[in-house]
């Protein structure tokens, strides 16, 4: 089985202060020098570092930065993920070319962020706020699982979520994982990270069958919500099953949301009843996933231009906007691209 595996959580931070920005900068040269990504590389994920808590302190309001390390195909690198809600930007191609300023500085940090970065997204509304999303390589950015992205946070208060995600590629078939362990903090979030380990580890075969392995893996805990789709850009299809409260959306430009069934049950307890649905998938369409920490009255047409954006963007953008403070939550966006 090959398989390409996206599941570092990583940690969030609040930038709130120059303390605290310094602290994420800190944590992410950290990061680099504990991935080998060279002293050279370090130094540019430094500045970007800098730059996006700069911003957030410049121009947010309830900034936000994800941290955590990426790897694909034996390769590893480091993430980060920039979330506010503030005044937004009406052309964000525009404000990332150099000399191009909001507040009468020189203009540069959006210039130097996509300088310094390997890969490089964003997403803003004015009034909406802005997400950007960075990823730093020891080189080019590999190719690899760029048709999903999921981000998960912690309930106000605690440092462990409950709540978890996986993303591979098992014989050809693509599979993406949400889970929700009962609870929360570090128990909650064992229960999580056997499922997401029973996941990639799992025998390749449809959704249905991946569920029961987890389910038979997870006895030892205290089990989660979870759901587990299987796109098919060929068929044209997404197969689909789940347990407990794992919301899942087919979302497209100028369509009806379509929302997926998941059973009663938890997985880990009992024998809970598990059935595979299959649904059109169009080209163009979105997989939205996400935790009962995310409510459900979001719009793909209040966000214009959000479908053309990556699938982190999209997830990111989503968690801010309808995920609580009061649950773990996570978000799941990954597209039917060929």
Same mark, same amino acid.
């Given at each position: ?12 931070? +609040? ?25 050279? +590389? ?18 947010? +309001? ?14 590893? *690198? ?38 310094q970065a390997s890969w490089f997204d964003g997403y803003s509304l004015p009034g909406r706020g802005t997400v950007l999303a960075v990823q730093v390589w020891d080189g080019p950015a590999p190719k690899g699982v760029d048709w999903a992205g999921a981000l998960a946070r912690p309930i106000t208060g605690e ?40 996941? +990639? ?40 099953? *789940? ?76 968690? $801010?906007?309808?995920?609580?403070? $009061? ?12």
């Amino acid at each position: 089985m090959s398989a390409d595996v996206v599941d570092d959580q990583g940690l969030w931070f +609040r930038v709130e202060s120059g303390g605290g920005a310094s602290g994420v900068r800190r944590a992410a040269e950290h990061l680099g020098q504990q991935l080998q990504l060279g002293e050279q +590389r370090v130094g540019d994920l430094a500045i970007v570092t800098a730059e996006l808590a700069s911003n957030l302190l410049k121009h947010a +309001r309830e900034g936000t930065l994800l941290l955590r390390p990426v790897r694909r195909t034996g390769r590893a *690198g480091v993430e980060l993920v920039a979330i506010d809600a503030g005044p937004g930007m009406a052309d964000l191609t525009l404000s990332s070319a150099d000399g191009h300023s909001t507040t009468g500085t020189l203009g540069i940090g959006l210039g130097a962020i996509v300088r310094q970065a390997s890969w490089f997204d964003g997403y803003s509304l004015p009034g909406r706020g802005t997400v950007l999303a960075v990823q730093v390589w020891d080189g080019p950015a590999p190719k690899g699982v760029d048709w999903a992205g999921a981000l998960a946070r912690p309930i106000t208060g605690e440092q462990v979520s409950g709540d978890g995600y996986a993303v591979r590629v098992a014989d050809g078939r693509r599979q993406v994982l949400v889970c929700d362990g009962l609870g929360h903090g570090p128990l909650a979030g064992a229960a999580t990270g056997a499922a997401v380990a029973a996941f +990639r580890n799992a025998p390749a075969g449809p959704p249905g069958t991946v569920v029961q392995h987890l389910h038979r893996s997870m006895s030892h805990t205290r089990g989660a919500a979870l759901a587990v789709a299987e796109l098919d850009p060929a068929a044209g299809l997404v197969r689909y099953a *789940g347990l407990g409260n794992i919301a899942a959306t087919i979302a497209a430009v100028g369509e009806r949301r379509r929302g997926l069934v998941s059973l009663p049950g938890i997985a880990g307890h009992q024998r809970p009843p598990v059935r595979e649905y299959e649904y059109p998938f169009p080209p163009g369409a979105m997989l939205v996933m996400h935790s009962d920490g995310v409510v459900d009255r979001w719009d793909l047409a209040d966000y214009p231009g959000l479908a053309g954006r990556s699938p982190l963007v999209a997830a990111a953008t989503l968690l $801010r906007d309808a995920g609580t403070r $009061r649950d773990d939550a996570c978000v799941l966006v990954a597209r039917a691209a060929a």
